[in-house]
């Protein structure tokens, strides 16, 4: 598959279980191409990820970017810098 075309995907996101944290789930792999930036691309891809994740009642985490602080912020995470990640949404871990 050409993910560089016309038909390359817009954005993608994965959440997976956290490797470090039991229960608990992480933002992974979140990207959207540069010409589909500022369209609101990105809060689909995140609030469809955490439709998912809310199913499980487990909490979030991610590694946020420092220019991307604001995005998470508006979704809800807060800052919580340990074990790997910058912020999480839901009961904190551990």
Do not use: C
């Amino acid at each position: 598959m050409d993910l560089s075309g016309p038909r390359a995907p817009a954005g993608i996101g994965g959440l997976t279980q956290d490797p470090l944290l039991a229960d608990t789930l992480r933002m992974r792999r979140f990207y959207v191409r540069r010409q589909f930036r500022r369209h609101g691309v990105a809060r689909l891809v995140a609030e469809r990820l955490l439709q998912e994740a809310a199913r499980t009642g487990l909490p979030v985490v991610l590694n946020a970017a420092p220019d991307s602080v604001p995005f998470w912020q508006k979704l809800g995470f807060v800052a919580d810098p340990r074990d790997g990640h910058t912020h999480v949404l839901g009961d904190r871990p551990g």
